[in-house]
């Protein structure tokens, strides 16, 4: 099984950028592939992006296109959002995920694990 742990959320202004940061425990993170989802308030929770265990294959949303980008390091055992160009629209609280099948698109149902969530507020 795999352990995550998110950090890295805060208050930003628009414009602004942030770093999230999801570290595993664990001997089967090298085989996952991890995913961050939000949750904003009154919404379902949606995928924002995902990476294959290779790192090879990505995921993004529309959304979030061009602004944010995701990395793994397998030697740290930690997965990364970069997200730039933040917008209002994009706070929520931020999940980080793992599918143990490798999967760099995850869904809800398939998910193996997932963190505790950290919040991420864009203030205009």
């Known amino acids: 099984q795999v352990q995550l742990v998110e950090s890295g959320g805060g208050l930003v202004q628009a414009g602004g950028s942030l770093r999230l940061s999801c570290a595993a425990s664990?001997?089967?993170?090298?085989?996952?592939?991890m995913g961050w989802f939000r949750r904003a308030p009154g919404k379902e929770r949606e995928l924002v992006s995902g990476?294959?265990?290779?790192?090879?294959?990505?995921y993004y949303a529309d959304t979030i296109k061009g602004r944010f980008t995701i990395s793994r390091d397998n030697v740290k055992n930690t997965v990364y959002l970069q997200m730039n160009y933040l917008k209002p629209e994009d706070t929520a609280v931020y999940y980080c995920?793992?599918?143990?099948?490798?999967?760099?698109?995850?869904?809800?149902?398939?998910?193996?694990?997932w963190g505790q969530g950290t919040q991420v507020i864009v203030s205009s």
């Open positions: 995920a793992a599918d143990l099948r490798g999967s760099h698109y995850l869904t809800v149902d398939r998910v193996d694990a």
């Open positions: 664990g001997r089967t993170f090298s085989l996952a592939g």
């Open positions: 990476i294959s265990r290779s790192g090879g294959d990505t």
